[in-house]
């Protein structure tokens, strides 16, 4: 069979996922007593953000592009590649990792093509910035979903089942009763403040 998804390419690739998945189950193409692994690397350092209508980070924003700064100095943002990697398990993600970015000039331009200057660095991730100054060697590295691996070796397809103590559908936590309503004190000492949803009309 043949298979057209049409729309934005976001939208289009997860419906044409979704397909796939449902045409392998339906035909008995996925063997079910396998675990099938796969490398998922190349990841789109950017992409375009719709909402915003600019150039916006993909995922990891401290992640060291493909090319280094002569990529970033040189080409079309929305052609750069990251390192990074995940490795999938019978599609789902069971552990997930980059190669960071360390180098101080790199990370700076990075910010500025989603419209960060070098001072808005210094002040946001200031800690970071100034201890690459120091000379911090080439690193990166992964972490493992346990419970994900945990999740397919025991065979079901929701975490709950393995979970001691699952959120339900609502992420409320019913052994710890959590979460409670935040206490007025609380948020002042957080400098936070609660604001109403404006209710839409007819509800």
């Not at 980059?98 to 093509?113: G, L, Q, Y």
Request: proline residues 6%; hydrophobic residues 40%.
């Amino acid at each position: 069979g043949l298979f057209f998804a049409a729309g934005k390419e976001a939208d289009a690739a997860k419906l044409a996922g979704a397909a796939r998945i449902r045409v392998g189950e339906e035909l008995g193409l996925i063997d079910e007593n396998a675990f099938a692994f796969a490398w998922i690397v190349d990841f789109p350092f950017y992409e375009w953000n719709e909402d915003e209508k600019k150039v916006d980070f993909s995922h990891n924003p401290f992640s060291m592009p493909q090319g280094g700064l002569d990529a970033l100095n040189g080409q079309d943002p929305l052609t750069l590649k990251a390192f990074q990697y995940d490795l999938v398990c019978n599609g789902y993600e069971i552990a997930s990792g980059s190669i960071r970015n360390h180098m101080p000039e790199t990370m700076v331009k990075a910010f500025e093509i989603v419209g960060l200057s070098k001072a808005d660095v210094e002040e946001r991730f200031g800690g970071m910035y100034r201890a690459f100054q120091y000379g911090a060697p080439p690193h990166g590295g992964m972490a493992a979903g346990v419970d994900r691996i945990v999740m397919l070796l025991c065979g079901v397809k929701n975490l709950r089942e393995i979970s001691l103590f699952p959120m339900n559908q609502r992420a409320e936590d019913l052994l710890m009763g959590a979460p409670t309503p935040a206490e007025p004190r609380s948020l002042r000492e957080l400098h936070l403040r609660v604001v109403e949803q404006p209710k839409k009309d007819g509800a």
